[in-house]
């Protein structure tokens, strides 16, 4: 097992410099004005963009997170590939994951516990340039301080074998789902506003049944909501926003939504 994945698009989708990242991202969290009091979510969709254009959307959903420091000691990480073709979900090799804020170890354990899942393989490739894990950890790295982390990279897989993964390593108030998705992409701004707000209609309804042009990770959201309605968990809207709302042109826009999913008081 290799030591520690460096850090691909630090640099590109965020700040390199140690010192610029974390007052970067502790402004964004501190612009979201999140709730105090309230559930605390067990689930979370977030998006993966460059932080100038995502970054604001992301915040509003690990702000929620705050409360949970120290409590939450295992994150397990789930997003689509975008450079390696990779059959099922794919975990990587390596004992940590490393950004300009530190590194994060692997929950080994639980990447043991999954071992036996056919759908479940490891590569070292189909982990080391993607981006659509890497840049939620300055995040929780922020928010939650240590923590183990349990990352997989999804590509063709059906929604049940995700649903399997998860509910494989689910665990209780220690363990956050982070799912790492965008919404539509290329738009102009008015369809993907409707696009959007009707994808994010169907999430929160827990309809399993997004497709990839309304969700660059609908696979991994798809797996969630089909275990999120088996175990009746409810769905907010944290934030709705495109690349339009916050650094880009409006000709071309990539949605962006956070969602955050709570269990039900046991």
Known sequence: MNSSR???VAGLFYPDSPAELAGGVRALLAATHAREGGPHPKALIVPHAGYVYSGPVAASGYARLA???GRIRRVVLLGPVHRVPVRGLALPQARAFATPLGEVMLDTEAMAALADLPQVTVSAAAHAREHSLEVHLPFLQTVLGEFRLLPLVVGDAGREEV???LARVWG??????????DLSHFLPYEAARRTDNETV???????????HGEAC?????NGLLAFAGRRALTAELLDLRNSGDTAG???RVVGYAAIAFY???R
């Open 6 to 8: 460096p850090p691909a």
């Open 67 to 69: 409360p949970m420091a």
């Open 163 to 165: 649903a399997e993964v």
């Open 172 to 181: 209780g108030p220690e363990t956050l789902i982070v799912i790492s998705s």
């Open 201 to 211: 209609r169907h999430i929160l309804d827990l309809h399993a049944d997004i497709d």
């Open 217 to 221: 990770g609908a696979t991994p959201v």
């Open 249 to 251: 042109d409006r000709s």
């Open 263 to 265: 269990e039900a008081e």
